[in-house]
Every structure is written in C-alpha cells, then in structure tokens.
C-alpha cells in the first residue's frame, strides 16, 4: 500500500503514520520525488486497511498496490529514476552509449578501444575482468589485474567504467574498481549477490536473464532496492527461444513494458542479443526507436583476436556509425514529445 500525504502534510502528520505502519510491524519507505511525500508500505503480511490510513490527518489518499514488485514500480514511484554516475546522467531524456571489449584482455587494448569509443560518443567503458564463460575451459578473465585495467581507462580517459561482479566472493572487490557494477544474465535470480547488491552505494546494471519473465526481473530488481540501493539500471540483452538466426531474441518490447511499470533506466545490450555483428546497428537502433533510455555494445579493435565475443563485437568505426545513427534517432524521438 501506498499513502500518500497531502501537499501541506506536516512533518509531525507524516511521522505519525510512519510510527503507525511501524507499529502494524511492517517497513514504512518514503518515496523520494513529486510535490508531496508519499510512504509505501513493506512487509506487510496480506492486504491492509487504506480506512485505517485515511483517518490520520494530513493523509490524502492510502491507494492498494497491485503489482508483486513495490519499490521498482511506477505505483510506488511514478517519477522516473535518473542515475548520475558523474558527469553521467542515466535514465528518462538521457541516452546513455557505454561501450568496450567483452573481456578486459590487456591495458593496451582497452586504452585503445577506450579512446576510440570515447572519441565516437560514448559516455562509459565496460569491460569484463571476471568473465562468465559457458565452458571451464575458455578465458575466464584478467580478474584483479583486470579490475586495476579499467581503473588505468577511467583515470586515461576520464569514462566511468561497468564491470561484473560474477559472484558474492568478488563482489567486494568489484566494488572497489567499478563505478557501475553488472550482475549477469546467469546471475539475474542469485538472490544472496542481489542482496549484497542492494548493500552497495554503486549503482547496479541488472541484466535480464535469458529465460526470465519481465516480472520476474523487474523482481530481481526489487531484491536490490529493497535493500536500499535505488541505484538499478536495467539491461534487456535478448532471451532463449527456438529461433537460431540469433544467439538470443532481443525482446524489445520488453522496453515499453518496463518504461510503463517501472520508473528505473532501461538500456539495450544488441551484442549478447544477437550475438552476430551485422545485426548490432540495426537492433540498436531499434532499441532507441523504441525507447531505451541507452545501449551496451561491444567493441573491439581486433575482434577475429578477441579472447571473447569477437563475432559480436564492432569495430570501432562501426560503433561511430552507430552513433551517429542512434543519436539522430534519439533526437527525432525526444523533439516530438
Ligand atoms: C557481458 O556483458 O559481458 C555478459 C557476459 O553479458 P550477459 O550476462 O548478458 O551474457
Ligand atoms: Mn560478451
């Protein structure tokens, strides 16, 4: 449930019903943003009594929220999550271009592909210094000295870096590194690294799982706010189905989807989407078209040598074409509203 105060609500009026929820044994949030202060209610077992909230005085409305996630949706918070990482903003009339290697593979490389994607228009480097490979046997990352790679590209180039943290035993480490820390598509329902997500102060890339529900990642997502982080960036980077013209299907109606019942950022990953670099620029714009708040693509000065995803990845002259294309996009797109 949320109640939601009156305009002229006094800080006394909205204690009271703070004390209240509390004495129901349950967590009362107060929701950031909009003229007046709302508070949802957590942890309440079954439905409660809006009568009951309605009595108190300066309580203007106590609405019943139907969807099963609470803090990630529109009900909760109508006002769209904008993230600032920097100078970076992340979220609703941003669009947001990050940009990298699948793997961090040496300080050369990335310097390289940082520069490069810097100079088309990216706003944030992503690199994978713990990978999550589907084989024991392929690279499994530069780890540490992979992490103090990115930090060598984030102080050279200035882009805010996005790393995985691939399980709860490095996240900590990941967090010292990363300005934005990725969870995984394999690792989207891990609950206890959600968990510790919802602990940091970095904001979080949550990627959609490959045989996920909307509602079961937007659920994902709820673990990590409900912890306290309000920082979740979402990524659609294409679900399994039968089709094998792709490594993925990019779902992306997923977007308009997560836009209307959620207020967190929603990007585009067309690379693991697809998995082929010739359907890269055109899911990306697409992905524009259609309303994500920014893209995730892999790029890579010599991708037939790229230790992973080298089929997917673009060279850099693509990812400017992209640019340039996606932004045009964006703008015909922004000035019509
Ligand atoms: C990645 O972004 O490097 C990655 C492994 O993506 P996903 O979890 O979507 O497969
Ligand atoms: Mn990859």
Redesign the pocket.
């Known amino acids: 449930m949320l109640v939601v105060m009156c305009q002229q609500a006094t800080p006394d009026e909205i204690d009271a019903v703070v004390a209240a929820i509390q004495a129901k044994g349950c967590t009362a949030r107060p929701i950031p943003g909009g003229e007046r202060v709302a508070i949802g209610i957590l942890h309440n077992k079954g439905a409660m009594e809006a009568s009951y909230f309605l009595a108190f005085p300066g309580v203007k409305d106590a609405i019943p929220v139907t969807c099963p996630y609470k803090l990630v949706s529109r009900e909760f918070q109508p006002k769209a999550t904008v993230i600032q990482v920097g100078d970076v903003s992340i979220g609703n009339g941003h669009l947001t271009l990050i940009a990298g290697p ?2 961090v593979e040496s300080e050369t490389q990335c310097l390289n592909i940082a520069r490069k994607i810097r100079r088309a228009g990216a706003h944030v480097f ?1 690199g ?1 210094a713990f ?2 490979r589907t084989s024991p046997y392929s690279f499994q990352g530069l780890q540490e000295k992979g992490l103090q790679v990115l930090a060598r590209v984030r102080d050279e180039t200035g882009l805010p870096v996005v790393t ?1 943290a691939i399980d709860h035993d490095v996240f900590d480490l990941v967090e010292q590194y990363a300005d934005i820390i ?1 969870i ?4 989207m329902q891990n609950y206890s690294l959600l968990r510790r997500a919802g602990q940091s102060h970095k904001p979080i890339l949550l ?2 799982g ?1 045989a996920a529900t909307i509602e079961e990642w937007l659920m994902a997502a709820e673990y990590i706010l409900e912890g306290g982080n309000t920082q979740v960036i979402l ?1 659609e ?2 679900i399994r189905t039968f089709a094998h013209h792709s490594r993925n299907t990019l779902d992306l109606s997923a977007v308009p989807v997560v836009l209307k019942e959620s207020h967190l950022p929603i990007i585009v ?1 067309p ?2 989407a697809s998995g082929r670099r010739d359907q890269v620029i055109p899911l990306s714009r697409a992905a524009v078209a259609v309303g994500a708040h920014g893209l ?1 693509v ?1 790029v890579h000065d010599a991708p037939e040598k790229a230790l ?2 080298g089929a997917q990845s673009l060279y850099p002259e693509q990812f400017e074409m992209l640019c340039r294309h996606v932004r045009s996009i964006f703008d015909v797109f922004h000035s019509s509203h």
């Open positions: 699948c793997a992503r994978g990978k999550p995985e990725q995984g598509t394999r690792n990627k959609r490959m990524c980077r294409g990953d690379s693991h995730m892999e992973s995803d």
